[in-house]
């Protein structure tokens, strides 16, 4: 979704920088209540079985909470660290990119 939406104001000549979190996670939201049901639809066409009353979107509030505790609860275990190690960088797009 993020690349998606990176691309749709590429095209409108914004950078994903130049908004700032808070305003990008808007156009977020915007885009995933235009095009979100379409998505659920496609995957329901393809055949997929799944429990769609517990269908949550990434930015859902009790989602990202759950993230956050997972993430502090590995950090003070010390399985989550920061350490020095090349990171692949997309001068394109202005951010990392996973492996």
């Not at 859902?60 to 502090?72: G, H, K, Y």
């Not at 010390?78 to 692949?88: A, E, H, K, R």
Request: glycine fraction near 8%; charge should be negative; proline fraction near 1%.
């Amino acid at each position: 979704t993020q690349l998606v939406v990176e691309r749709m104001l590429a095209a409108e000549g914004i950078k994903r920088a130049d908004l700032g979190r808070d305003e990008f996670v808007n156009h977020v939201w915007e885009w995933k209540d235009k095009y979100g049901g379409t998505i659920t639809k496609q995957i329901k066409r393809l055949g997929a079985s799944c429990d769609w009353t517990r269908e949550h979107f990434t930015l859902d509030e009790q989602l990202s909470r759950a993230v956050i505790e997972a993430f502090v609860t590995l950090h003070e275990k010390g399985l989550i660290y920061q350490g020095s190690y090349m990171v692949n960088w997309s001068p394109n797009l202005q951010t990392a990119v996973s492996d």
